[in-house]
């Protein structure tokens, strides 16, 4: 089924998204109001990595790759960014355009080479390439060794805000949430976004429409991993240190499901809510302790069994059979009127 | 170099590239029959050392019997897991189906089946190392060159298994199933085969090589939980190495990565693996799809 991208009902369902978008920054912008505890605001910290990381994950699956190579660029910006600062003597905020150009850089030349194969494939070399980076940062004297790198420092202040609370990392990291989902918008509506999706649907056919699927897949692997490279900037100068095994294999798993639990189809919303739930519910799954991992195995596949749509995908299916339910009531009771106004 | 250490390298090379050959084998089996990206191959390998574990060392079983019944246990361990999670997310799917959608489902399923497998295989065995004491304790004394016997019979027992899988694919009409399923599953469907236990088959069968493979390395090297997380990502290396779904690349990647490592480990010492990793990749330059498999679209 394809939808005429001017057709009025997507412009409606746009616009519906954007007033939930906008509710939902806002709410997200007063938590740390009525929040007092720390652990908690680190989480909510966390999962707003986490949804940037699902986002660079959705962006590749929109063009019909899948990737577990999220946490390979979020290395690459953490350890850049890191270097930047402390080696360079750069501030922070220099360092972050760096840090971009620098994975932009290398996305293109490793993505060049990985894109050509697709499938499987292309599963298992962003596997590999993850832990590739994850070796070369931890066998390289001058990147710390598999000790890591310790005593980053914090954002340099920029007026009042001198980044010493969590509350201003928060808002730092929501910011750049809010840049990743502005600019991926961007991209998934215009034209480029079209392309993806033609791709995905069938690459062959995509190239004889005259859409190059290698270019457009290889923008798309561009563009995912520099937003990936963002988290890691952030995320070094707020863990303040940084291993080779806070990058492993595992994390771009759990990035993967971040986007399976939220909705495959939701590219910016799904993997955003599907980070928040991953972050939360392990969290509070750890009174069963040692069971944590069996019941958290069990919930994914209750999730992938029975709601394959994820949680928005099943939501709005409840959503669409009820708004049909309540039209065909509708209908019906219009009918009957009619019928007996003519009897 | 002396002689003598070549001869080692050599043997320690054929014995892990033996065992990175039957994990694949396994892997490609049941990537190719089901479509499965099987994440939790690795831990059917650390869970078949277990059992190797308990019935050789704790039931003092006969070294034999306690292979062939750790192989198939992971059997039937693997064929529960098919009929409990990949069945039922089989039905979800059409012939209409993104290959993507249905590479990632099945994929995700099966890193929840691993997240089970490890943590249950920790709850039950402990997180401590197990080791079993090998029957074959002789060391070989070929030509000034000491050999460890228990090294020669993996290396035996993995070609064994490799001639009988052979025998088994390509010599029963079995085996001709699961080659037909491979590449059509809908025409043998319309010849009139209940394809639903050939799927079944080719993912036990597939476990039940992993298991294998974890009682026949269980005698080398301590048995710990997360042996099962570092062989898969090497597994997976040669699967890409060798190519997806050529039997004789998977024979010969196996080997080379075997070779790469020992060798790599004795003189570069730990960086030698990400060397490895980035010949792979060079050679993903020029051969996209593997050394002897196909690009795939």
Known sequence: MVKLPNSPAIITANRYKWIAIAIILIALAALPLCIENNYIKHLLIMACIGAILGMTFSMLYSAGLITLGAAAFYAVGAYSSTILVMNAGLSFWAAIPLTLIIAAVLALGFGAVFVRNAGVAFVIITLIFVQVVVLAVAQVEFLGGW????????????????????????????????????????????????????????????????????????????????????????????????????????????????????????????????????????????????????????????VILFFPGGILGTIKGRQALSMAGLRSLFKSLKSRTKRNKNG | MTPGLFIQLIVNALTIGSIYILMVLGLDIILRGTKILNFAHGQLYALGAYIMFLFFQTLKLNFALSLVLSGFALALVGAISYLGVFAVLNRRFTVST?????????????????????????????????????PFTQILDVLDVRISLSRIVIIFLSVAICLMLYLLMYRTPFGRLLRAVSYDPEAVTLQGVNTFWIFVACFALGSGLAGLAGGIIAPLFSITPSMGQNIIFITFLVLLVGGIGSYRGTIVGGLLIGLLLSFGFQFLGGIAELFVFMLVIVILIFRPGGLLGEAAE
């Open chain 2, 98 to 134: 993104a290959f993507s959608y249905r590479l990632l489902l099945s994929a995700m399923a099966s890193v929840g089946l691993m997240m089970m497998l490890q943590q249950g295989t920790l709850l039950c065995f402990g997180t401590q190392e197990l080791g079993i004491l090998s």
């Open chain 1, 147 to 302: 000790g890591g790198i310790i005593g980053i420092p914090r954002p340099d202040p920029i007026g009042n805000v001198n980044f010493a609370t969590k509350t201003e990392f928060y808002y730092l990291v929501l910011a750049m949430l809010l840049l990743t989902i502005v600019v991926f918008n961007a991209l998934y509506s215009s034209r480029i976004g079209r392309a993806w999706r033609a791709i995905k649907l069938s690459p062959n056919l995509a190239g004889t429409l005259g859409i190059n699927p290698y270019r457009y897949r290889l923008l798309a692997f561009v563009a995912g991993s520099t937003a990936a490279a963002l988290a890691g900037c952030f995320y070094a100068h707020y863990a303040q240190s940084i291993t080779p095994g806070a990058f492993g294999g595992w994390l771009s798993i759990y990035v993967q499901l971040y986007a399976v639990l939220g909705g495959l189809e939701f590219y910016i919303l799904g993997p955003a809510i599907g980070a928040l739930v991953m972050t939360f519910v392990p969290e509070y799954l750890r009174m069963v302790k040692e069971w944590e991992p069996i019941i958290t195995g069990i919930l994914l596949l209750a």
